[in-house]
């Protein structure tokens, strides 16, 4: 088992910024790719973006694409999830996630958190 705490989540207004953090307790951390996710009720959980074992290659969601950005401390054992020019459409529950491999990607994820509220006011 992977427990996985985020944090950083808030209210914010349209064209804001956010700062999420994930801390994972686990000490095989730096073998594994990490992700963001997130949902809304009532609809699927969204692929946001995702980050290799040593922050290599990062991948996005066109979504999200140039106005977010994921990074990683491994020696902390966190990811983190940079969202500026923020949009009431980006308003969720955003979860981090541990992939099974080292590789960015979209699937292949095994834990995620329990989320943490970013709500985007307009």
């Known amino acids: 088992q992977v427990q996985l705490l985020e944090s950083g989540g808030g209210l914010v207004q349209a064209g804001g910024s956010l700062r999420l953090s994930c801390v994972a307790f686990?000490?095989?951390?730096?073998?594994?790719?990490m992700g963001w996710f997130r949902q809304v009720p009532g609809k699927e959980r969204e692929f946001v973006a995702a980050?290799?074992?040593?922050?290599?290659?990062?991948y996005y969601a066109d979504s999200v694409k140039g106005r977010f950005n994921i990074s990683r401390d491994n020696a902390k054992n966190m990811v983190y999830l940079q969202m500026s020019s923020l949009k009431p459409e980006d308003t969720a529950l955003y979860s981090c996630?541990?992939?099974?491999?080292?590789?960015?990607?979209?699937?292949?994820?095994?834990?995620w958190g329990q989320g943490t509220q970013v709500t985007v006011s307009s």
């Open positions: 996630a541990w992939n099974r491999y080292a590789l960015a990607s979209m699937t292949s994820y095994d834990y």
């Open positions: 686990r000490r095989t951390f730096t073998a594994h790719g």
């Open positions: 980050i290799s074992w040593n922050g290599d290659n990062p």
